[in-house]
T-cell receptor, first 112, second 112 residues
Framework: DTEVTQTPKHLVMGMTNKKSLKCEQH?????MYWYKQKAKKPPELMFV???????INESVPSRFSPECPNSSLLNLHLHALQPEDSALYLC???????????FGSGTRLTVV | DQQVKQNSPSLSVQEGRISILNCDYT??????FLWYKKYPAEGPTFLIS???IKDKNEDGRFTVFLNKSAKHLSLHIVPSQPGDSAVYFC???????????WGAGTKLIIKP
Protein backbone atom coordinates (compact mmCIF):
# COMPACT_ATOMS: atom_id res chain seq x y z
CA ASP A 1 0.00 0.00 0.00
CA THR A 2 1.68 3.20 -1.18
CA GLU A 3 -1.16 5.62 -0.61
CA VAL A 4 -2.26 8.24 1.84
CA THR A 5 -6.03 8.05 2.19
CA GLN A 6 -8.05 11.06 3.28
CA THR A 7 -11.71 11.17 4.20
CA PRO A 8 -14.05 12.76 3.50
CA LYS A 9 -13.18 14.08 0.03
CA HIS A 10 -15.61 16.96 0.36
CA LEU A 11 -17.03 18.62 3.47
CA VAL A 12 -19.41 21.52 3.91
CA MET A 13 -19.83 22.74 7.47
CA GLY A 14 -21.40 25.64 9.29
CA MET A 15 -19.43 27.95 11.53
CA THR A 16 -20.88 26.34 14.68
CA ASN A 17 -20.28 22.74 13.61
CA LYS A 18 -17.68 20.30 14.87
CA LYS A 19 -16.19 17.95 12.29
CA SER A 20 -13.05 15.86 11.81
CA LEU A 21 -10.81 15.15 8.85
CA LYS A 22 -9.11 11.77 8.75
CA CYS A 23 -5.86 10.59 7.19
CA GLU A 24 -4.45 7.08 7.03
CA GLN A 25 -1.24 5.53 5.69
CA HIS A 26 0.22 2.03 5.94
CA UNK A 27 3.68 2.64 4.54
CA UNK A 28 5.39 2.67 7.91
CA UNK A 29 6.11 6.38 7.61
CA UNK A 30 6.78 7.95 10.98
CA UNK A 31 6.26 11.59 10.02
CA MET A 32 2.80 12.88 9.11
CA TYR A 33 1.70 16.34 8.14
CA TRP A 34 -1.32 18.55 7.67
CA TYR A 35 -1.18 21.19 4.97
CA LYS A 36 -3.70 23.82 3.95
CA GLN A 37 -3.89 24.90 0.35
CA LYS A 38 -5.81 27.84 -1.03
CA ALA A 39 -6.50 28.13 -4.74
CA LYS A 40 -3.46 28.91 -6.89
CA LYS A 41 -1.13 28.87 -3.86
CA PRO A 42 1.40 26.32 -2.68
CA PRO A 43 0.48 24.16 0.30
CA GLU A 44 1.08 25.76 3.70
CA LEU A 45 2.31 23.59 6.54
CA MET A 46 0.02 23.44 9.56
CA PHE A 47 1.22 20.59 11.78
CA VAL A 48 3.94 17.94 11.84
CA UNK A 49 3.79 14.73 13.82
CA UNK A 50 6.93 12.69 14.33
CA UNK A 51 6.62 9.29 15.98
CA UNK A 52 3.05 10.20 16.97
CA UNK A 53 4.17 13.31 18.79
CA UNK A 54 3.36 16.83 17.69
CA UNK A 55 6.66 18.38 16.73
CA ILE A 56 5.63 21.46 14.79
CA ASN A 57 2.60 23.74 15.04
CA GLU A 58 2.89 26.58 12.56
CA SER A 59 0.92 29.09 14.65
CA VAL A 60 -2.35 27.53 13.63
CA PRO A 61 -5.51 28.88 15.36
CA SER A 62 -6.89 26.67 18.12
CA ARG A 63 -10.06 26.02 16.12
CA PHE A 64 -7.87 23.44 14.35
CA SER A 65 -6.89 20.59 16.66
CA PRO A 66 -4.69 17.75 15.39
CA GLU A 67 -4.57 14.27 16.83
CA CYS A 68 -2.37 11.27 16.06
CA PRO A 69 -3.95 8.17 17.66
CA ASN A 70 -1.29 5.83 16.25
CA SER A 71 1.46 5.69 13.66
CA SER A 72 -0.98 5.12 10.79
CA LEU A 73 -3.67 7.66 11.58
CA LEU A 74 -3.82 11.42 11.70
CA ASN A 75 -6.95 13.44 12.46
CA LEU A 76 -7.73 17.13 12.25
CA HIS A 77 -10.59 18.23 14.46
CA LEU A 78 -12.43 21.34 13.36
CA HIS A 79 -14.57 23.61 15.52
CA ALA A 80 -16.00 27.09 15.05
CA LEU A 81 -14.32 27.62 11.71
CA GLN A 82 -14.56 30.78 9.66
CA PRO A 83 -15.44 31.10 5.95
CA GLU A 84 -11.82 32.02 5.23
CA ASP A 85 -10.82 28.54 6.45
CA SER A 86 -12.38 27.12 3.29
CA ALA A 87 -9.54 25.40 1.45
CA LEU A 88 -8.09 22.07 0.38
CA TYR A 89 -6.64 20.28 3.41
CA LEU A 90 -3.85 17.91 2.51
CA CYS A 91 -2.36 15.14 4.59
CA UNK A 92 1.11 13.85 3.80
CA UNK A 93 3.57 11.36 5.20
CA UNK A 94 7.27 10.68 4.81
CA UNK A 95 10.09 8.57 6.07
CA UNK A 96 11.79 10.46 8.87
CA UNK A 97 15.00 10.32 6.87
CA UNK A 98 13.41 12.37 4.13
CA UNK A 99 12.66 11.64 0.52
CA UNK A 100 9.56 12.13 -1.49
CA UNK A 101 6.57 12.98 0.58
CA UNK A 102 3.39 11.09 -0.25
CA PHE A 103 0.31 13.27 -0.28
CA GLY A 104 -3.31 12.34 0.01
CA SER A 105 -5.77 13.74 -2.49
CA GLY A 106 -7.11 16.13 0.11
CA THR A 107 -10.39 17.15 1.67
CA ARG A 108 -12.13 20.08 0.00
CA LEU A 109 -13.58 22.03 2.94
CA THR A 110 -16.21 24.73 2.57
CA VAL A 111 -17.27 26.72 5.62
CA VAL A 112 -20.63 28.44 5.26
CA ASP B 1 11.16 36.35 2.49
CA GLN B 2 10.61 33.74 -0.18
CA GLN B 3 13.29 31.10 0.20
CA VAL B 4 12.14 29.14 -2.84
CA LYS B 5 11.11 31.07 -5.92
CA GLN B 6 9.45 30.01 -9.12
CA ASN B 7 9.41 33.21 -11.10
CA SER B 8 7.29 32.02 -14.01
CA PRO B 9 3.61 31.72 -13.03
CA SER B 10 2.85 29.93 -16.28
CA LEU B 11 4.54 28.30 -19.25
CA SER B 12 3.09 27.19 -22.54
CA VAL B 13 4.88 24.51 -24.61
CA GLN B 14 4.06 22.67 -27.81
CA GLU B 15 3.40 18.95 -27.48
CA GLY B 16 6.53 16.95 -28.23
CA ARG B 17 8.91 19.79 -27.36
CA ILE B 18 10.94 20.22 -24.18
CA SER B 19 9.42 21.91 -21.13
CA ILE B 20 11.88 23.61 -18.77
CA LEU B 21 10.63 24.70 -15.36
CA ASN B 22 12.93 26.81 -13.20
CA CYS B 23 13.34 27.25 -9.48
CA ASP B 24 15.70 29.45 -7.44
CA TYR B 25 16.46 29.28 -3.75
CA THR B 26 18.22 31.51 -1.26
CA UNK B 27 18.94 29.27 1.73
CA UNK B 28 22.34 27.58 1.38
CA UNK B 29 21.31 25.06 4.05
CA UNK B 30 18.88 23.38 1.67
CA UNK B 31 20.27 20.01 0.66
CA UNK B 32 17.33 18.20 -0.82
CA PHE B 33 15.06 19.38 -3.59
CA LEU B 34 11.84 17.97 -4.93
CA TRP B 35 9.41 18.58 -7.76
CA TYR B 36 5.71 17.94 -7.41
CA LYS B 37 2.95 17.99 -9.98
CA LYS B 38 -0.55 19.00 -9.05
CA TYR B 39 -3.83 18.67 -10.90
CA PRO B 40 -6.82 20.80 -9.80
CA ALA B 41 -8.61 19.52 -6.67
CA GLU B 42 -5.98 16.83 -6.08
CA GLY B 43 -3.01 16.53 -3.75
CA PRO B 44 0.49 17.14 -5.11
CA THR B 45 2.16 14.09 -6.66
CA PHE B 46 5.86 13.56 -6.13
CA LEU B 47 7.76 13.57 -9.42
CA ILE B 48 11.48 13.58 -8.86
CA SER B 49 14.05 14.71 -6.32
CA UNK B 50 17.72 15.53 -6.13
CA UNK B 51 20.22 15.63 -3.31
CA UNK B 52 22.77 18.42 -3.11
CA ILE B 53 25.59 15.91 -3.66
CA LYS B 54 24.37 15.45 -7.23
CA ASP B 55 23.91 17.85 -10.12
CA LYS B 56 21.54 15.74 -12.20
CA ASN B 57 18.89 13.12 -11.65
CA GLU B 58 16.92 11.47 -14.42
CA ASP B 59 13.72 9.44 -14.36
CA GLY B 60 12.17 8.65 -17.71
CA ARG B 61 11.03 11.85 -19.39
CA PHE B 62 11.89 13.92 -16.30
CA THR B 63 15.35 15.27 -15.49
CA VAL B 64 16.21 17.63 -12.67
CA PHE B 65 19.39 19.70 -12.81
CA LEU B 66 20.93 21.37 -9.76
CA ASN B 67 23.40 24.25 -9.93
CA LYS B 68 24.47 24.82 -6.34
CA SER B 69 26.70 27.80 -7.03
CA ALA B 70 23.79 29.59 -8.68
CA LYS B 71 21.25 28.20 -6.20
CA HIS B 72 19.15 27.16 -9.14
CA LEU B 73 17.41 24.00 -10.20
CA SER B 74 15.37 23.14 -13.23
CA LEU B 75 13.01 20.39 -14.30
CA HIS B 76 13.16 19.24 -17.90
CA ILE B 77 10.32 17.27 -19.42
CA VAL B 78 10.96 15.78 -22.82
CA PRO B 79 8.99 15.09 -24.87
CA SER B 80 6.11 17.07 -23.37
CA GLN B 81 2.73 15.37 -23.44
CA PRO B 82 -0.82 16.74 -22.95
CA GLY B 83 -1.09 14.90 -19.61
CA ASP B 84 1.82 16.97 -18.35
CA SER B 85 -0.44 20.03 -18.17
CA ALA B 86 -0.59 20.81 -14.45
CA VAL B 87 0.90 23.08 -11.82
CA TYR B 88 4.48 22.17 -10.91
CA PHE B 89 5.84 23.00 -7.48
CA CYS B 90 9.47 23.08 -6.50
CA UNK B 91 10.20 22.33 -2.83
CA UNK B 92 13.32 22.24 -0.69
CA UNK B 93 14.36 20.95 2.69
CA UNK B 94 17.40 21.17 4.94
CA UNK B 95 19.12 18.31 6.72
CA UNK B 96 17.56 17.46 10.12
CA UNK B 97 14.54 19.57 9.26
CA UNK B 98 12.17 17.69 7.08
CA UNK B 99 9.78 20.55 6.55
CA UNK B 100 9.26 21.41 2.94
CA UNK B 101 9.61 24.97 1.77
CA TRP B 102 7.52 25.43 -1.36
CA GLY B 103 7.78 27.63 -4.39
CA ALA B 104 4.66 29.37 -5.67
CA GLY B 105 4.24 26.97 -8.57
CA THR B 106 4.35 27.20 -12.36
CA LYS B 107 1.34 26.30 -14.44
CA LEU B 108 2.46 24.25 -17.44
CA ILE B 109 0.18 24.16 -20.46
CA ILE B 110 0.97 21.69 -23.22
CA LYS B 111 -0.53 22.74 -26.53
CA PRO B 112 -1.53 20.06 -29.07
Amino acid sequence: DTEVTQTPKHLVMGMTNKKSLKCEQHMGHRAMYWYKQKAKKPPELMFVYSYEKLSINESVPSRFSPECPNSSLLNLHLHALQPEDSALYLCASSQVEGGGYTFGSGTRLTVV
Amino acid sequence: DQQVKQNSPSLSVQEGRISILNCDYTNSMFDYFLWYKKYPAEGPTFLISISSIKDKNEDGRFTVFLNKSAKHLSLHIVPSQPGDSAVYFCAASADSNYQLIWGAGTKLIIKP
